[in-house]
């Protein structure tokens, strides 16, 4: 959906384009200044273009004040962000950024980006151990959150064994609870909601994520 939308809806049939270029420079600027709006004179964007994000509800403009339709709006912009800059992104930045709320659904979103492309999961799992070992625990959480939801834990959690299975399982079956309340089955339990972080611990091996 998020492809979709930013490519159809914002950029018209391409992912690049001086649309999607504006709305991610203003959407940038309001998580910087942690603000709902911006003032219309003050945005470096050209007049056309700014018709056009309010044509295709983007942008709205009230008061001479700019602002984006729907909080999925500009998290989607600063996620297309992250994408573009994938390669460039150190964790310190990553942990920076989330001392802002406006920026958590967007890194959200990487994360699972990041577990679910095979070819990022190096990148994924160097982001992981990077974050462990500067100790920025929001930013494991959201990193596990994307491997939850990308379906395929197993792939991107592998490496995690050793003296820090442990904490990964704990980690994991918490983040698992803050998503969603989840039921499982078990071989020695039947069907059953399980809330023991004994079973909890059980089930992960039994499923070998």
């Excluded at 295709?56 to 602002?67: I, N």
Aim: net charge negative; aromatic share 12%; proline share 4%.
């Amino acid at each position: 959906m998020l492809t979709w939308f930013w490519r159809y809806h914002v950029g018209n049939g391409s992912e690049v384009s001086e649309e999607c270029g504006a709305l991610i420079n203003i959407s940038l600027s309001l998580a910087e200044k942690f603000t709902p709006d911006l003032s219309r004179y003050k945005l470096p964007i050209a007049p056309q273009i700014l018709d056009a994000l309010m044509r295709q509800d983007c942008l709205r403009v009230a008061e001479e004040r700019v602002a984006v339709t729907h909080r999925f709006v500009g998290d989607c912009a600063r996620f297309r962000y992250l994408l573009g800059n994938r390669r460039e992104m150190e964790v310190s930045e990553l942990a920076t950024m989330l001392r802002n709320p406006l920026w958590s659904q967007p890194i959200r979103w990487f994360a699972l980006y990041l577990a679910m492309k095979s070819a990022e999961t190096e990148t994924w799992q160097e982001l992981l151990q990077e974050s462990l070992e500067g100790q920025h625990l929001q930013l494991v959480d959201l990193l596990l959150d994307g491997a939850i939801l990308s379906r395929q834990p197993s792939s991107v959690l592998n490496p995690c064994v050793g003296e820090q299975l442990p904490f990964f399982i704990e980690r994991l079956f918490s983040r698992l609870f803050a998503i969603a309340t989840i039921t499982l089955h078990y071989p020695w339990k039947g069907y059953g909601f399980v809330n023991d972080f004994t079973h909890l611990t059980q089930a992960y091996q039994s499923l070998r994520l």
